[in-house]
């Protein structure tokens, strides 16, 4: 009996190691990719990101798309991420199926569901919705930005993907004051958006703010930098109300990054979630415009100065901890969001807003073109809300795993409270949250709208409060199965 138990254990034994030896052990290998193309578009071009049409007609500074195709090969596997920053306001559903469309007939080996495009919100960049402006003769019009940019993003998207070789990661985070909550909130009850705060009857500043700047650094073997991530909750709008084309405070960070860390290098934008910030001061500015005046620079230089000290500061800390066999998964969550409920109340009164502005000359009518097209459509969606009131708002969130980290997208201006929710329960070490992934319409929180105003009415907005509370859950639900499995 003893012969027999010592024979079994040595069988055993020996089987275990036999699986353990003959078993193929893959490393996983993180290929990395990069390019950066200009996407200015032909002058005399209409700008985007307000109610009055600016036709540009000078390029203050050039605009950009910037991309890293990434590539995790594992064994016979492999997964795919890809990543476009593009210097608009917006990413609309066309622009979108376009570029997508384009790349799915030029570059068959890439899955385009795995293509992440988000706006920078940069309000001095071509207009790319329709029907928002009537545009004067000579100017470039609405379809052929459209084409323009797909035909240089998808160029892009070619390059970065096929010059992707073995590379590494690292990730950091800093902080620095970028953004400020840009809704005042009186003893009244009511909130707005930039409203003034030396009055008795100011009470505070609506929301939070997130000042976390989140970052990657991508590396080739040969340890160059390639590209650097940057994740901040401020909109690049700056100088949003200027009739020229501007990158906003992107250009100045990356010139300087690049004198700093290499000519070459691809700096990619990520707006977190920041739907109630700017970087407009709400109080301070007399103190502020002092330090501005000492240091010789503008309030856009000092961003970019802010912005890049942070960078430089994480990039000394990290920069030998890289990483080259990391887990990388990338899944697309479909999202039914129920829709905001469009009252009687708010159509009466934006009937008599359309009323008033009829009467007005045709020249001022035209000025105000938008406004009418902006309560129009609350219209509309009364009336589609009529014959179906159980309608959902569709949204893809992309959802990626690299490593520690976690991006996770959504295609709003989504007030900072909520992107604060999902990097407070996510499971991932770092989580980046990355908004205007898509169409851009806001998602306020529940005391914005109870505040009203610009950015929490009905009309700026598709979903409300409900609807952000869901996207939360969602989001953080894809997160910990990204992490369970």
């Known amino acids: ?35 950066t193309v200009d996407i200015t578009p032909p002058l005399p071009v209409s700008l985007d990101g307000q109610m009055r049409l600016r036709v540009a007609e000078e390029v203050e500074t050039p605009l950009t798309a910037s991309v890293v195709a990434l590539e995790n090969i594992k064994g016979t596997e492999s997964q ?16 979108k199926e376009m570029i997508l469309d384009a790349v799915k007939q030029k570059i068959p080996g890439i899955d385009s ?28 019009t609405i379809d052929e930005t459209l084409n323009f940019l797909t035909e240089k993003v998808v160029l892009a998207i070619s390059q970065a993907w096929d010059s992707r070789e073995p590379g590494s990661v690292s ?23 930039y409203g003034k705060t030396d009055l008795p009857e100011f009470r505070g500043l609506e929301g939070v703010e997130d000042h976390d700047v989140n970052l990657l650094f991508f590396w080739d073997a040969t340890d160059k930098l390639l590209a650097t991530v940057i994740n901040v909750a401020c909109p690049a709008q700056e100088v949003e109300g200027r009739s020229s084309i501007n990158a906003d405070f992107w250009h100045p960070v990356r010139e300087t990054l690049r004198e700093k860390l290499g000519e070459e290098l691809v700096v990619l934008g990520w707006i ?19 330090m501005l005046k000492l240091r010789n620079l503008d309030r856009l230089e000092e961003l970019a100065r802010r912005i890049v000290t942070t960078v430089l500061d994480v990039y000394q800390v990290i920069e030998n901890d890289r990483y080259k066999d990391v887990e990388l998964i990338h899944e697309v969550k ?14 009466n009164e934006a009937k008599r807003t359309i009323s008033d502005l009829e009467k007005l000359d045709e020249e ?16 509309e969606r009364y009336e589609k809300q009529s014959q179906n009131p159980d309608e959902t708002y569709d949204v893809d969130i992309h959802l990626v795993k690299l490593g520690d980290v976690v991006i996770c997208t959504n295609p709003f201006e989504l007030f900072t409270e909520y992107g604060i929710r999902i990097k407070a329960r996510s499971k991932a070490l770092q989580t980046f949250v990355v908004q205007l992934v898509g169409g851009g319409t806001y998602l306020p929180t529940m005391e914005a709208v109870r505040g009203g105003h610009y950015s929490a009415i009905i009309q700026s907005t598709e979903v409300g409060p409900e609807g952000g509370d869901i996207l939360v859950e969602e ?11």
């Open 1 to 35: 009996m003893k012969n027999f138990n010592k024979n079994y254990l040595a069988k055993c034994i020996y089987t275990l190691f036999f699986l353990v030896v003959a078993t193929p052990i893959f490393a996983s290998e993180l290929l990395v990719g990069t390019s």
């Open 80 to 95: 795919t991420s890809i990543w476009v920053a593009m210097e608009l306001v917006v990413i609309t559903d066309k622009l």
């Open 113 to 140: 569901e795995k293509i992440i495009i988000n706006a920078t919100h940069t309000h001095t960049g071509p207009t790319t919705r329709e029907g928002n402006f009537i545009l004067p003769n000579g100017i470039t």
């Open 171 to 193: 990730w950091g985070i800093g902080q620095s004051k970028l953004a400020t909550n840009r809704r005042a909130v009186y003893y009244d009850g009511s909130s707005r958006m």
């Open 272 to 290: 977190g979630a920041a739907g109630d910030q700017s970087p407009h001061l709400m109080f301070g500015n007399q103190a502020e415009d002092r």
């Open 334 to 347: 479909r999202v039914k969001l129920p829709k905001r409920w469009v009252t009687l109340e708010a159509v």
């Open 364 to 379: 001022t009518k035209l000025r105000q073109y938008r406004l009418l097209k902006w309560h129009g459509a609350l219209l």
């Open 475 to 485: 989001t953080v639900r894809g997160i910990h199965q990204l992490w369970e499995n």
